[in-house]
T-cell receptor, first 114, second 114 residues
Framework: GAGVSQSPRYKVAKRGQDVALRCDPI?????LFWYQQALGQGPEFLTY????????KSGLPSDRFFAERPEGSVSTLKIQRTQQEDSAVYLC????????????FGEGSRLTVL | GNSVTQMEGPVTLSEEAFLTINCTYTATGYPSLFWYVQYPGEGLQLLLKATKADDKGSNKGFEATYRKETTSFHLEKGSVQVSDSAVYFC?????????????FGKGTLLTVNP
């Protein structure tokens, strides 16, 4: 499709498992973002890519979180040794330019850690 | 740092009623301001934006005016429809923070009854 695609849409993990969340941005979008949205809260910034370069990872909560975009298109957010507090919806967004605030969001990946 | 405070929900209105969702912000400098909307089962999408004081953003009958003196960006619509039922997020970028990083409020759930 023409929008931002995220998979899986739902993921249930046992505490301690590793998970990988995938994002397919809109074709040609240079900028890609990951946000975390806890229940009842607004999205919170995790990390920002321009092409394959990760320009800002200041929002990643711990060193268990890792994101990559090796070819400047698809991105993967990896969470190692998941904890219950990692349960949230992980949103991916893309845009032509990163500094306009005009982002196109995917539907999100809902992670539940038991 | 930057922050956004928006009206607690949920908000329930009858069709054709007038809508106001309040949003105030804290930022240094001159942020850009946004309203994003999330319809059921969909990703967040940009509804409107304003980039400088006294600018009015508008789209789909919704309006919001950037008021620097009151640090506000209240969302209004004169006559809501059932199809406007969604979660509305106020957000900002810049204003002493990064231009590419959006800071969101917690969201306001709007339900419009026929």
């Amino acid at each position: 499709g023409a929008g931002v695609s995220q998979s899986p849409r739902y993921k249930v993990a046992k505490r301690g498992q590793d998970v990988a969340l995938r994002c397919d941005p809109i074709s040609g979008h240079v900028s890609l973002f990951w946000y975390q949205q806890a229940l009842g809260q607004g999205p919170e910034f995790l990390t920002y890519f321009q092409n394959e370069a990760q320009l800002d990872k200041s929002g990643l909560p711990s060193d268990r979180f890792f994101a990559e975009r090796p070819e400047g298109s698809v991105s993967t957010l990896k969470i190692q040794r998941t904890q219950q507090e990692d349960s949230a919806v992980y949103l991916c967004a893309s845009s032509w330019r990163g500094d306009t605030g005009e982002l196109f969001f995917g539907e999100g990946s809902r992670l539940t850690v038991l | 740092g930057n922050s956004v405070t928006q009206m607690e929900g949920p908000v329930t209105l009858s069709e054709e009623a007038f809508l106001t969702i309040n949003c105030t912000y804290t930022a240094t400098g001159y942020p850009s301001l946004f309203w994003y909307v999330q319809y059921p089962g969909e990703g967040l999408q940009l509804l409107l934006k304003a980039t400088k004081a006294d600018d009015k953003g508008s789209n789909k009958g919704f309006e919001a005016t950037y008021r620097k003196e009151t640090t506000s960006f209240h969302l209004e619509k004169g006559s809501v429809q059932v199809s406007d039922s969604a979660v509305y997020f106020c957000a900002l970028s810049g204003g002493g923070g990064s231009n590419y990083k959006l800071t969101f409020g917690k969201g306001t759930l709007l339900t419009v009854n026929p």
